[in-house]
């Protein structure tokens, strides 16, 4: 449990801010390590099948032109009430 006080600075759990002699005894990941963890996370995903890559695509692809309608209908009435509401165009 995180304690906060004035006089303390703040949290009192002693891995949630690094204080400089800290950073000193971290050692850096060497890069093919690094790379053999990324692949070792890789394996571990559960890749979607061809038919929900498919069907997730669909989805989105009808939420972002839902999206789309809805935005576009309320900036082209907003834009109307605004012409109307100043007096834009005289028609």
Do not use: C, H, N
Request: glycine share 8%.
């Amino acid at each position: 449990m995180e304690t906060f006080s004035r006089e303390g600075g703040g949290v009192t759990d002693s891995k949630a801010v690094p204080t400089p002699s800290d950073k000193k005894t971290e050692k850096r990941t060497s890069l093919p390590t690094f790379y053999r963890q990324v692949v070792a996370e890789l394996r571990k995903v559960v890749w979607p099948t061809q038919q929900q890559l498919t069907t997730y695509f669909i989805v989105v692809l009808v939420f972002v032109l839902v999206m789309m309608a809805i935005v576009a209908g309320l900036d082209l009435g907003f834009g109307k009430l605004m012409f109307w509401v100043f007096g834009g165009r005289d028609a």
